[in-house]
């Protein structure tokens, strides 16, 4: 059932194209692989930040917002490295020894190592097995009004933009 149903014409401009298409293109991919982050990496073109389990996950309430970090210690190839990821109801920053691997606008993204299922920050919890994806946001969010909307001083970090693609200490 539809709800509110707009015409197209008063869509364009207010939504960012190709979303619904880019989540049947993300079903496709993992639902029938062995691979569902491999298949993740490729269909949306994301780097893989660290595989590994969370550690420490930390959660406040403020300003109307569930805030906080979560750990992740490195597994396989990623064993020796940790990365903590800040939250604000979302994803916004991935750290790793105090440099920034990836922030918004760009996407990021814990999944489970296994099926590749994204987990809200809110359901991350002591013990999974993770992978955490980053990848370039929309062209719109990258514009220097984008950015200042959602970039990582509009949510109160003291780090410039840099975009995921342009950081070279992140494997995919």
Partial sequence: ????????????????????????????????????????????????????????VERRIGGGFVRGSIVVDGSGSDTGRMIRIEVQNENLIVLEEGQVLASVPDLISVVDDHSGHAIATELVRYGQRVAVLAWPCAPLWRSDRGIAIAGPRAFGYNIDYVPVEEIAHVHS
């Fill in 1 to 56: 059932m539809a709800d509110n149903v707009l015409p197209a014409a008063r869509l364009r401009g207010a939504v960012i194209e190709g979303t619904v298409t880019r989540a049947i293109q993300i079903g496709r991919a993992t639902e029938n692989t062995d691979d569902p982050i491999a298949a993740l990496t490729e269909t949306l073109g994301a780097r893989i930040l660290i595989r590994g389990k969370v550690v420490d």
